[in-house]
Each structure stands twice: as structure tokens, then as C-alpha cells.
């Protein structure tokens, strides 16, 4: 990325699943959502077997916990969802 | 007629569709049951579950997009959870069997709210296997209101606290007539009844329109009907400062209302609350009465159908069809059920998407805060 330099905040989190079924079906469900301020931020899902990696990458701590934040309140519904439906 | 059954799977005589709405307040989710067939009088669609949860703020507070996405993603799942075993009452592992999509608001609508919706969206279609369908919030109003009401071929009003058009149908299209230059109808009774502080619950309308029948002196407001096309700041401007006035017991003219003839003090009498609500209901609901007559004249309708939240208001139910009568035409409308948002028109105009072959992506399902009617290609109706 071009813009790698700028953005010199990072934070990663480990999220494991029950199994690689639901990482993968969490990593699809929070990949489609665009970041708003694309040259502020970035972030990545990938899944490793059961365990789903979201990296962010920001120009601030500001944006990154923002981010987060959001992320982990999606995460909640993705979780909801497994536990009440599979 | 277009053949709504070019899909269907061996031995398959039903179709189910859930429908998730959230593109405001309200989370609604529902879910409905179409027969194979076309869908006519004798075969109408079923609607076998129609749960609604509204996120209502304190008297004096419109509603924020966070704190509105937080109430949809503390309902979601429960919501969907009910409307399951109300629609199937068996056991949630088999249930979703029978679905055969799951439908979501795409947009208009606010952008917080809409995801936190989706991601329930997304979790569930690919748990299940079944493919998702993105729906434009309008269409599912229009769609809902033809079917409960059989309305064939409507010039369509559309007014709720975030959109108010006047819309007829054409090759495939939804087309917009007319609309609002600023702010939407329910916007505009929403923060006036903030003005006056009074209570969200059930709806801040519906308390507005409590308050009118008490009213009995008409204030003049501005009136603004431009063309096809209408605009509300400026009046919610101009009551907002009579109601403060009022408040704040100033003097103005325009807070006297004189009974008598012979112009004395006694026969003045002092414009209250009630009178406030009464002519501001009033004005807009002349204001949309002469737009759909006009759009009426102009595609040679006699149908009106009346959609979306502020549709419930019985004054503008009235009015309206006091105009259509005089132009021996008909009127449609229905209940709170279906005006308000709700996830079973989703599931509808979801469904009607899916008979005809359309599905979105998980890459496509992002939701859009702006998405107008007549984008839609209309498929399923070829008339």
C-alpha cells in the first residue's frame, strides 16, 4: 500500500470460533462493509482455521478504537447468531 | 403476465421469505408465504409473522443513528427468533428449513441502523445456505400496499419520517412524480412535537394527530406546494416560532383568534396547542392532497394508495378521500401493521425479487443511505 507510511498506529485481534465453519461465515459477514475514511484506516479480516484476524492499520489511536469498537459490536450480532441458530 | 415461476425447484408448491427491516426506529422482521402462481385475489400472499420492535426516545429527542443501531443489534436476533416460532412454532433447528431467502433493507434510510442489520443478514444466509435479497425500503411499502389492498395500478403516496413522494407506475418503474425538496413529511410533525415535548410513544404522530382533534381554530401557515414537488422547512420554521411565542407567552397577533364580528376583546380567545397541531396537520395534508390529485390528472389514475408511516393518520385518509370521491376514484390504505416500517413487506418485495431470479452477493449487500424508488427494475410486473 501506498499509503503504509502515514498509517503508524496498528492493533490486531485473535477472535477463535468453534470451528472454521463460523470464522469463515464471520469474516464474510464483516468483509463487504467499505471503511469510511479509507485514507485514515484500513483493516484486514482473514481466517486461519477456527480463528479470525482483524488487523487495523491508522494514521491514529483515535480511528483505530473507533473502528474497533464498531467491529466488536458486529461481532457480537455475527456470535448471536451462531449461538441461537447453528 | 409475467411468469413468477421460472425458478421454481422440483416439487416445490411454496415459498417462504424472511424479511429484516431497520433502515430507522424500527426493527421490524417478518416473515411471508406465497403460493406458486400468480399472485391475485384468490391467491394472496400470507403473512405468517410480523414482529416490530420501536426504539422510542424521551419526549423532546429525535432518534440518533448509534443509539438506534445499538437498539437493533440488542433486538435482532430475539426478533428473528420470535418471528420463527411464530411463523413455523416448531423447533429453530428445523424451521429455517422451509425459508427459501432472507430479504433485507437495502437502503434509503440511515446508514448505522441499516448495518447493523445486514450483518445479521449476511450470518444467517450463509448459516442456512439460502441466498439474500437487498430491498429498496420504498418498493416494499409499494408492494405491501397493492397486495393487502388489491390495489391494481395506484398512483402511489408515500409519506414517512424520511421520504414523502408521489409516485405511479410505467414500463417497469416506479417513477417519482413528486417529492419533497427538504425535509420528509413524519420529519416535520416529529420535531414539531419535539417543539412541544411531547411523548414519542406510540409515535409523536400519532400524538399530533390526538392533539388536532381537539383543535378548532385554523392558523394560516405557509403553504408551499412547488409544481409537483413540496417543501416543509419553511413551515416547521414558521410554527416552531408561534409554538416558542406561545410558550414564552410573547405577544403575537397571530396567537389571537377572533370569533365575533364586532373585533372587541371579549371576543378573542387565545390559540392553544391543540389549534397549532390542527393547522399544521391541516396545511401539509392540503399540500399532499393537491400533488396526488395532480399526478392523479396526469397518468389518468383513479386509484390512490397510501403508504408509510404517516399513511396510519386517519385526517389524511380523510382528505385524501374526500379529493378521490369528487374524481370517483377509490382510495387505499392500511393499518399500522403495514404502514409503519415493517419486516414483512421486505420479505414481500424480496420475495417477488427472488421468484424472478435475482439474489445479492455478500460482495453486492452493502447498504446505501440513499436509494431512490425508480432505480428498481420492476420485474415481476410487465403491465
Known amino acids: 500500500m ?5 498509517f503508524t498506529h496498528t492493533l490486531e485481534f485473535k477472535v477463535p470460533f468453534l470451528n472454521s465453519k463460523q470464522a469463515t461465515i464471520a469474516c464474510k459477514s464483516l468483509n463487504p462493509d467499505p471503511i469510511l475514511k479509507p485514507n485514515e484506516l484500513e483493516v484486514s ?5 477456527e480463528v479470525l484476524i482483524i488487523k487495523f492499520t491508522g494514521s491514529s489511536d483515535r480511528v483505530i478504537r473507533v473502528a474497533a469498537n464498531n467491529v466488536i459490536e458486529n461481532l457480537k450480532t455475527v456470535i448471536e447468531c451462531f449461538e441461537v441458530f447453528d | 403476465m409475467v411468469n413468477l415461476d421460472q425458478y421454481l425447484k422440483p416439487n416445490q408448491t411454496e415459498y417462504y421469505a424472511l424479511g429484516l427491516e431497520g ?13 406458486i402462481g400468480q399472485l391475485t385475489t384468490l391467491n394472496k400472499a400470507e403473512v405468517l409473522s410480523n414482529v416490530r420492535d420501536t426504539y422510542i426516545t424521551p419526549a423532546g429527542e429525535g432518534f440518533l443513528p448509534r443509539d438506534t443501531a445499538r437498539h437493533h443489534r440488542n433486538w435482532v436476533v430475539r426478533l428473528i427468533k420470535e418471528a420463527l416460532n411464530e411463523a413455523f412454532g416448531c423447533g429453530l433447528h428445523d424451521s429455517f428449513k ?17 448495518q447493523s442489520v445486514v450483518i445479521a443478514a449476511r450470518t444467517l444466509s450463509q448459516l442456512w445456505g439460502i441466498p439474500m435479497i437487498g430491498v429498496n425500503h420504498c418498493i416494499g411499502h409499494i408492494e405491501m400496499g ?12 408515500y409519506v414517512s419520517g424520511g421520504n414523502t413522494q408521489i409516485i405511479a ?16 413529511i413524519g420529519n416535520c410533525l416529529d420535531r414539531f412535537a419535539r417543539v412541544l415535548k411531547i411523548s414519542n410513544y406510540p409515535s409523536p404522530g400519532y400524538n399530533i394527530e390526538q ?44 396567537l389571537i383568534a377572533k370569533n365575533g364580528t364586532n373585533g372587541t376583546n371579549e371576543d378573542e380567545e387565545k390559540i392553544t396547542i391543540e389549534d397549532l ?5 391541516e396545511c401539509l395534508y392540503a399540500m399532499l392532497v393537491e400533488i396526488t390529485e395532480r399526478a392523479m390528472a396526469h397518468v389518468n389514475a383513479n386509484q390512490v394508495l397510501i403508504v408509510g408511516g404517516v399513511g396510519c393518520n386517519e385526517r389524511l385518509q380523510e382528505m385524501m378521500k374526500i379529493m378521490v370521491l369528487d374524481r370517483n376514484g377509490s382510495i387505499f390504505a392500511t393499518d399500522e401493521r403495514f404502514c409503519i416500517d415493517n419486516g414483512i413487506m421486505i420479505a414481500h418485495a424480496g420475495l417477488l425479487s427472488y421468484r424472478m431470479g435475482d439474489f445479492t452477493e455478500l460482495s453486492e449487500s452493502v447498504c446505501t443511505q440513499k436509494f431512490r424508488t425508480d432505480e428498481v427494475l420492476v420485474k415481476w410486473r410487465d403491465d
Open chain 1, 2 to 6: 501506498s499509503k503504509e507510511g502515514e
Open chain 1, 45 to 49: 479480516y482473514v481466517n486461519e482455521n
Open chain 2, 23 to 35: 433502515s430507522a426506529n424500527k426493527l421490524g422482521i417478518g416473515i411471508i408465504k406465497h403460493n
Open chain 2, 98 to 114: 422451509k425459508l427459501d431467502c432472507i430479504c433485507f433493507t437495502q437502503g434509503p434510510g440511515m446508514g448505522a441502523p441499516l
Open chain 2, 146 to 157: 397493492r397486495e393487502i389492498t388489491n390495489a391494481m395500478n395506484p398512483v402511489v403516496l
Open chain 2, 169 to 184: 407506475y410505467s414500463r417497469q418503474r416506479y417513477r417519482i412524480f413528486g417529492e419533497t425538496l427538504d425535509i420528509a
Open chain 2, 211 to 254: 392533539l388536532a382533534k381537539k383543535g378548532k381554530n385554523f392558523i394560516e401557515l405557509p403553504y408551499t406546494v412547488k409544481g409537483m414537488d413540496l417543501s416543509m422547512s419553511g413551515i416547521l420554521e414558521f410554527i416552531e416560532s408561534l409554538a416558542n411565542d406561545l410558550f414564552n407567552g410573547k405577544k403575537n397577533k397571530l
Open chain 2, 277 to 281: 397541531c390542527f393547522s399544521l396537520q
